[in-house]
């Protein structure tokens, strides 16, 4: 079972057909994974935020099949990162003194 629904992954990615659902709900939960281990919350599939970067995920895993290209020198999409950093957990290694 794929982290988001299938419907919006195609939606996503403008798909009319079933034929990499497989490959999909892979994606989907690798992307659902990274959002939860980059932000250290648990994936909640009715957030936004979370949805946005996921599907951003999906689609770059989907439409380039290898991490990094000549083309695009970048591992994440762009926005990635940008749209999970209010919901990261922050560790400053401040330490409040005992009171």
């Not at 990615?13 to 648990?42: E, M």
């Amino acid at each position: 079972m794929p982290a988001l629904s299938l419907d919006l992954i195609r939606s996503h990615l403008n798909l009319d057909h079933s034929d990499d659902d497989r490959l999909l709900t892979h994606y989907s939960n690798v992307a659902a994974a990274w959002v939860a281990a980059y932000t250290g919350a648990t994936f909640d599939e009715t957030n936004a935020l979370m949805i946005q970067a996921a599907l951003l995920l999906i689609a770059h895993q989907y439409e380039n099949r290898e991490g990094v290209t000549f083309a695009n020198p970048y591992s994440l999409p762009y926005g990635v990162t940008d749209l999970l950093s209010p919901l990261k957990d922050r560790i400053t290694g401040h330490v409040a003194e005992a009171s």
